[in-house]
């Protein structure tokens, strides 16, 4: 899912291209992403884009009259910036927003079909869509301090809970914890005020250190490419390889659909975290560290 550095690179390459030109006209793919139906999708068409904003994880187009489009990519959804009048790509086309400079595509590479589109009238109404979560980027140590312990919940669920942060998911929150080598389970309740202090920090840090790179690989050009996973990550999608700071095996808890990858030198101690599912397997055999975990047959790697 695109979060916030992705996000903010996708709004000031579409602010370029779009803010202060008409709407001409909105071609709706997969009737599924169309979650309003009054006012009317028809009623944006001729509007002036005035502005672009984010919501948590979604995008708010401002047009004239008192309109908006709040868009949420959800985990597949994607923009592609195309020539004008541009047809579609297939099975995973969602929309088509059409402008006299160009034609904004947005695809959903899932079958489930979770992005959506509202229409909405009025700027009190967008109040619904939005979970209240920290802007991180803005807000003090204090103000932090004050979100993250609201709720005793693990770093790696408070950080990505859209009540308590604003878009932070999976892929950052990994960084994250990584880079302020603290454990992805434990609570919140039971940082130390040196902790917070860093947490804050190294949040901020990751953030617009991956804002900075994303801005400079895209350029003037149009993100094509967004993705949870790049190379240059320190944990997030490297189950299995070497910290780049210690050189250990990267570890991974898997739960539901998402997986936290963490290094256990840098962040636990050498304590390896249990895997719900594999940990149910080996039960007694569960190794408590990562020497033991490197000497287990078929599951450890020696670096």
Not at 60 to 82: N, P, T, Y
Request: aromatic share 6%.
């Amino acid at each position: 899912m695109p979060e916030l550095p992705d996000l903010t690179i996708y709004i000031e390459s579409l602010r370029s291209r779009i803010v202060g030109y008409p709407l001409l006209r909105v071609r709706i793919k997969s009737p599924s992403l169309l979650r309003s139906f009054d006012p009317p999708l028809s009623s944006v068409e001729g509007k002036r884009i005035l502005s672009l904003e984010r919501i948590g994880k979604q995008i708010v187009w401002e047009l004239e009259d008192g309109l908006f489009l709040v868009i949420h990519l959800m985990i597949a959804g994607r923009f592609h910036w195309k020539s004008a009048g541009a047809g579609g790509r297939g099975k995973t086309d969602l929309a088509a927003f059409d402008f006299s400079n160009g034609t904004l595509l947005l695809t959903e590479a899932s079958t489930l079909k979770r992005a959506s589109l509202h229409v909405i009238r009025g700027r009190s109404a967008l109040s619904p869509f939005d979970r209240g979560g920290l802007e991180v980027l803005t807000a003090s140590r204090e103000v932090f301090r004050d979100a993250l312990l609201r709720e005793n919940h693990t770093l790696k669920r408070a950080l990505t809970d859209p009540r308590l942060f604003s878009a932070i998911g999976n892929a950052y929150s990994d960084e994250i914890l990584h880079a302020a080598k603290i454990s992805p389970l434990k609570l919140s309740r039971k940082l130390s005020e040196q902790e917070i202090t860093t947490l804050h920090k190294v949040t901020r840090e990751v953030l617009e250190l991956w804002t900075e790179r994303l801005r400079g690989q895209s350029g003037s050009a149009f993100p094509e490419k967004v993705t949870a996973f790049h190379p240059e990550m320190a944990v997030h999608g490297r189950f299995g390889k070497p910290c780049p700071v210690c050189r250990k095996t990267v570890q991974r808890i898997v739960y539901a659909a998402n997986e936290c990858n963490y290094c256990p030198r840098c962040q636990t101690g050498g304590k390896i975290l249990a895997d719900r599912s594999l940990s149910r397997l080996l039960k007694d055999d569960w190794p408590d560290s990562i020497e033991d975990w490197e000497e287990m047959p078929g599951l450890g790697k020696t670096l």
